[in-house]
């Protein structure tokens, strides 16, 4: 399983609405393409460190995508996103694997934290393991 | 109240990131990258910071990324 993080900036003068719709019909494509959106964080409107196309605002928008591997339509969605001019900034980040790495540098030194439990369980199909704390 | 010999002591640097054993520098806490970029919105290097190879590659990923959706700056003027 493969997740992915995408954010994108809008365009501050766009509304709250129809950066709403936009999202979904970002999300549609995503969810067509055979992936599920776990989370979805409206940031709203944020200073940005440096102007962009002479805006010194934006509205920021994450979404968390998941995956079962396999094709996923992200490069359309992006490809899409470059043709909005109402989108500043996107940017997709594969976090699967940096978050497994994490997970299991954490399982070898345990300390209490919040292990992603799904990618734990993809990686060796161990739910037991999830919890290093729960065996001592 | 020592007698006249030169001994200093340079404080043993410590990686952030080992020390606090955080192993996934999300490029969106914009809050801790920011220690890492002084004024003039360079990324502070490992011999100031004392940061670990390892967490400094991350590190060094996570600024881009931010810089790239302007969470933080690429320079200041």
């Given amino acids: 399983m493969r997740t992915y993080e995408l954010i994108f900036v809008v365009d501050p003068r766009v509304s709250d609405e129809d950066v709403v719709t936009m999202t979904q019909e970002y999300k549609a494509m995503i969810t067509a ?35 079962e591997g396999g094709a996923t339509r992200l490069p359309e969605v992006e490809h899409r996103m470059r043709q909005n001019d109402k989108i500043l900034r996107y940017l997709t980040v594969r976090t699967d694997e940096d978050l497994k790495r994490a997970a299991r540098r954490k399982q070898a030194a345990p300390a209490a934290s919040s292990t992603p439990a799904g990618s734990e369980a993809a990686r060796d199909g161990d739910t037991e393991g999830a919890e290093p704390g729960e065996e001592i | 109240m020592a007698r006249p010999r030169k001994v200093f002591f340079r404080r043993r640097k410590v990686c952030k990131f080992c020390a606090d054993k955080i192993d996934y520098i999300d490029y969106k806490d914009v809050k801790l990258l920011q220690q890492f970029i002084p004024e003039r919105s360079k990324i502070l290097p490992r011999r100031i910071s004392g940061t670990c190879a390892r967490h400094q590659r991350f590190l060094q990923q996570a600024i881009k990324r931010a810089r790239h959706l302007a969470l933080i700056p690429f320079t200041t003027d």
């Fill in chain 1, 33 to 67: 393409g055979g992936s599920t959106i776990t989370s979805e964080e409206n940031w709203g409107r944020r200073k940005l460190a440096y102007p962009i196309e002479k805006l010194g605002e934006g509205k920021y928008v994450l979404l968390n995508i998941s995956s």
